[in-house]
């Protein structure tokens, strides 16, 4: 199982949990260590975006996949 899988495959465990709320995660990319993801639903604008990613996704995802080093919001740029 590559890396990738192996971190999508921690997302598809945690995504029923994030769900229930009215949210969801999704995986966008993972380069250097680094996995982006994209919050969906109810987690794009809710105020605990940071502790649900740093304290739920990364830890999980830093305990099961070895050499990833930070997972990160996929940033959205608007351009007027």
């Not at 921690?10 to 250097?32: A, T």
């Not at 997972?71 to 740029?77: D, F, I, N, Q």
């Amino acid at each position: 199982m590559t890396q990738e899988e192996m971190v999508i495959d921690v997302l598809e465990k945690i995504r029923p949990y994030i769900q229930r709320d009215g949210g969801d995660v999704e995986f966008v990319s993972l380069q250097d260590g680094i996995v982006t993801v994209r919050m969906l639903g109810a987690c794009a604008d809710c105020m605990s975006i940071n502790d649900t990613l740093k304290d739920g996704i990364e830890a999980l995802v830093l305990d099961e996949v070895p050499g990833i080093v930070e997972v990160r919001l996929e940033s959205t740029s608007m351009y007027f």
